[in-house]
């Protein structure tokens, strides 16, 4: 007598795979989702920025207060951090509409800010130097974090032992202005955020060891923002000419 329980089916053979295959359209789906909502936010956060910049060079008070105000600085620096802490203390608080968009666009201001009296004191064809050779590294780091077989993902311990170090150098500059060691900063600085700009872009992807859930979109836009500002601003440190 044939075992019917196990024989082959092939009509049945057939749905499963074919189950397999929407299950798979589903997820591939809900991630390119979340991707383009990452984008949407990032470049939301980066008209902020430019704005905030921009300002800071067409408006002579904006600029005074840019260069003068050491107490809005630090204001605008403890709610920047505030705004990264409190949602590790509550991490449900990214994910919470609207406080999310809210604790972002706090975050992006404020931070704007501080990026804003920075780049005042540069010429404004160092600033777009810097910007476009910025634009560069970001679209080339990207595109090989996209194709590369890879998988980056497996060295965030390294890369946060790194950022640690990068750190305490800044520290130790605060008390030993030593311009080699400045310079030495810079360029190891650019290589750290350069490494994880190609790690939280592959984290977004989700094509490798790790990823970012698709609940932690504002968390994955941060992340990839804050890289792009960190190698900003080591390059137009590096080839940028400050104003007399």
Avoid: W
Wanted: with cysteine; aromatic share 16%.
């Amino acid at each position: 007598m044939e075992d019917y329980d196990n024989a082959y089916d092939p009509l049945l053979g057939n749905e499963k795979e074919e189950d397999k295959s929407i299950e798979e359209q589903i997820k591939s789906d809900l991630r390119e989702g979340f991707i383009a909502k990452v984008f949407g936010i990032l470049a939301y956060q980066m008209v902020l920025l430019f704005l905030v910049v921009l300002l800071g060079f067409v408006s002579d008070t904006f600029r005074h207060l840019l260069l003068t105000s050491i107490v809005l600085e630090v204001i605008t620096f403890i709610i920047s951090i505030s705004c990264l802490v409190i949602p590790i203390i509550y991490p449900n608080l990214f994910r919470q509409v609207p406080t999310n968009y809210i604790l972002l666009t706090i975050f992006t201001l404020s931070y704007s800010y501080l990026i804003a009296a920075y780049t005042v004191q540069f010429t404004p064809s160092s600033v777009l130097l810097a910007i476009f050779l910025t634009a560069i590294t970001v679209v080339c780091i990207s595109l090989y974090a996209l194709y590369t077989k890879s998988d980056y993902t497996v060295i965030g311990g390294f890369l946060f032992t790194a950022l640690t170090l990068l750190i305490i150098c800044s520290l130790i500059l605060i008390f030993f202005p030593i311009k080699i060691l400045y310079m030495i900063y810079l360029y190891f600085g650019l290589i750290i955020f350069c490494a994880y700009l190609l790690y939280d872009v592959q984290l977004l992807v989700g094509k490798g060891y790790r990823k970012f859930g698709e609940d932690d979109y504002i968390l994955a836009a941060i992340n990839i923002y804050l890289d792009i500002i960190g190698i900003f601003i080591r390059i137009l440190a590096i080839v940028g000419k400050k104003n007399n």
